[in-house]
């Protein structure tokens, strides 16, 4: 004989049904289906509708392409961005070099070193930089020689050329923002590891080299990037003193041939290639010292080509079902 209870459902709890929980189906009847963001979709219509118009634009403008085409390679520009590019290079090597030493200055627990730091980063971030650039170019006005002794003796006009007024500007300002970026790089390191190395025995100028200034190139390496992309920009003004970087040439061209716009596109497009090349070259460098201080690396830009295609893919089989 069978038990009654056997024919009830084993779902339906023993009080008859009464707060019974809702039934189960099974795991594999359900479908996922994606969550619809439309304002996504609508804010991507906008802004591609709005670089249609302007490409439109800038297609429709009186602009000869043809000129862009032949200057983007001509001398006188890739002259000017070799030009850009030593001033700039020599520049952040004077703004590295003195930037961490005014750094060690201003950490320094001598008042006086300390004070001549901060006097020198007040100075040179408070003033803008195409006024130093003019104040060192017209230095004989003040200074009508260079005289250092049996060593050297010129007139300073012969000394503060066009290269080097750009130069100590350039370089010395810069040294002013790098020495606020690596003090927070060496601040950003734990006091234990300057104590430990001290109890090792270790001085303080080793300590500072072999403790310190590794783990605090993690802090001072990205905006140093930053700042040498920046120093790409700003040297432009050096064209206030007739130094031939890339935009006085820019300028020069489109004066002489009345192309003026032209001139002015081929050289953002120089300044957007030096800019483009040197981003990835920092961005490698920050992988590079981004070592054991994370577990995994940031992807290179292959990588991340390689899982968008491959994850493209896989949207693609599954028939744009989002998995």
């Known amino acids: 004989m069978t038990d009654p209870l056997d024919k009830v459902p084993s779902d339906v709890p023993p ?79 004077i703004g590295v070099v003195l930037g961490a030493v005014l750094a060690v200055m201003r950490l320094s627990p001598n008042p006086v070193l300390s004070a001549v730091a901060w006097g020198y980063i007040w100075f040179f971030r408070g003033t803008p930089v195409l006024v130093q650039i003019l104040l060192w170019f017209n230095l004989s006005l003040v200074f009508e ?7 050297y003796k ?44 001290h109890a090792l025995g270790m001085k303080g100028g080793r300590t500072m080299r072999r403790i310190v200034l590794p783990q605090a190139m993690r802090v001072i390496i990205p905006p140093t ?24 040439r820019g300028r020069e061209f489109g004066s002489r041939t009345l192309a003026i716009m032209e001139g002015y596109i081929v050289i953002s497009l120089w300044y957007l290639l030096l800019t483009t ?16 201080s994370s577990r995994s690396l940031p992807p290179t830009p292959l990588q991340r080509l390689r899982k968008q295609l491959s994850s493209f893919r896989v949207h693609s089989n599954v028939g744009g079902v989002k998995v």
């Open 15 to 93: 009080d008859g049904g009464s707060g019974a929980s809702p039934r189960k189906a099974p795991a594999g009847s359900i479908k996922a289906v994606p969550v619809r963001h439309y304002g996504r979709w609508i804010g991507a219509v906008v802004v591609l509708g709005l670089l249609a118009l302007l490409v439109r634009a800038f297609a429709d403008a009186q602009i000869q392409w043809s000129v862009v085409g032949d200057q983007i390679t001509n001398g006188t520009f890739a002259w000017g961005a070799w030009e850009t590019l030593k001033i700039t290079v020599y520049s952040m090597v």
């Open 145 to 151: 020689y260079l005289d250092l002794g049996f060593l």
């Open 154 to 197: 010129d007139e300073m006009n012969q000394v503060m050329t066009p290269f080097v007024a750009a130069l100590l500007a350039l370089g010395l300002n810069e040294a002013a923002y790098m020495a606020e970026i690596c003090r927070a790089g060496i601040q950003s390191v734990d006091a234990g590891q300057t104590e430990a190395a």
């Open 225 to 248: 990037g930053n700042e040498f992309i920046n120093m790409l920009k700003t040297s432009s003004l050096a064209f206030a003193i007739g130094y031939g970087e890339l935009f006085l």
């Open 277 to 292: 090349v040197f981003s990835i070259g920092q961005y490698y460098l920050e992988r590079y010292y981004a070592r054991g």
